[in-house]
C-alpha cells in the first residue's frame, strides 16, 4: 500500500490505517481475543501500518488487544492511542488535567507493549483545562521520550490553534465522510494552513455507505447506532439514496460503494488518512481495495454531482455526545 505523511510532519503511514474500536466495543458483541489479533495482524499483512485505539475502548481491553497483536511488529507499526475522559470511561466526563494526561500515557504503555506511544490524542477537548496545559503536558511527554506525536480528536477551529502554538498538532482526527462533511467548511483549511494531517474516522459512515444496511437491519442492543438520529428507520430509508447513487457510480468502475467512498477521501487531500473498521476478513480486503481505486477528475465531479442530489438526514450524534465535539 502507498504511505503518506500526516501533515508536514515526519510521521509515515499506510494511506488506510485501522480503526481497532469494533473489534470488541461499540458496535455490539465484539470479536474474541484470538480473532481480533488475527484480523489486527491481517491488516498489516496486507500493507496497513497505522492502528488506532483508545483507553475509553472497553475500556482498556482495546489497547490490551493491539499491543499483544502489534507486539512482534512493534517498530513497523505507528500506533495511536487516546486520553480524555474520566476512569477512561467515555461516560464519565472529561479528564484531560495534566497528571490525568501522565496516568493515562504510563498505563497505555504498559497495555500496548511498548517503550513509546506513536501518536497520542485528546479524545474530546476538555472545556475545564486549558488547552495550552493539555499540549505542554504532551510536549513533555515527546521530550521524556514515552510519545511521539500529539493528535487532537473532534476538536474546534480554535481549540486546533492554541494545540499546535505550544506542542505542533501532528494529526486531527474526525468523523469525515460522504454523508458527513462538515470538516471542509473549517477543519480542513486550518490543518492545511498549520501542516497538519487529518484522519477521518467512520470514513463509511458507521457501515452505511457499504450498502449492506437498510432501514431493516437490526442493530445488537448493545450496538452504539442505536442512539444515533442518523441511524432511525426513517432516516435510514431517506439516506437509502445515497448509497444507491454510490453503488451507481460504483458499478461503472467495477468497484464497490466502500472503495468509492474511501477512493473519495483519499482523493481530497494527500495528508488525509482514513482509518475503517472492521470485524470482517472479506471487509478489511475490500477496504484496502479502495486504496488502488484511481479517481479521475471526471469521477469526482460524478461523485460530487451524485452526493448533491440527495439531503442526508438525521444528526451524527445524540444531544449529548454532539455537545462534546467541535469545541
Known sequence: MQKRKLGS??????????????????????????????????????????????EAYGPFTNEEIVGEALAPIRDRVVIATKFGFKRG?????????????RAVAEA??????????????QHR?????????????????????????????????????????????????????????????????VCEELGIGFVPFSPLGKGFLTGKIDDKTPFAKDDFRNIVPRFTPENRKANQALVDQLGSIATGKQVTAAQIALAWLLAQRPWIVPIPGTTKQGRLTENIGGASVELTPADLRDIEGAVAQVDVQGARYPEHLQKMVGR
Open 9 to 54: 510532519s515526519s510521521l509515515e503511514v499506510s494511506a488506510l490505517g485501522f480503526g481497532c474500536m469494533g473489534l470488541n466495543y461499540g458496535y455490539g458483541p465484539g470479536l474474541d481475543k484470538p480473532s481480533a489479533i488475527a484480523l489486527i495482524r491481517a491488516a498489516f499483512e496486507s500493507g496497513v501500518t497505522f492502528f488506532d485505539t483508545a
Open 89 to 101: 470511561d467515555s461516560g464519565a466526563g472529561m479528564d484531560s488535567r495534566p497528571e490525568r494526561i
Open 108 to 121: 497505555a504503555l504498559k497495555r500496548l507493549r511498548t517503550d513509546r506511544i506513536d501518536l497520542f490524542y
Open 125 to 189: 477537548v476538555d472545556p475545564a483545562v486549558p488547552m495550552e496545559d493539555v499540549a505542554g503536558t504532551v510536549r513533555e511527554l515527546i521530550l521524556e521520550g514515552k510519545v511521539g506525536h500529539f493528535g487532537l480528536s473532534e476538536a474546534g477551529v480554535q481549540s486546533i490553534r492554541r494545540a499546535h502554538a505550544v506542542q505542533p498538532v501532528t494529526a486531527v482526527q474526525s468523523e469525515y465522510s460522504l454523508w458527513w462533511r462538515a470538516p471542509e467548511a473549517e477543519v480542513l483549511p
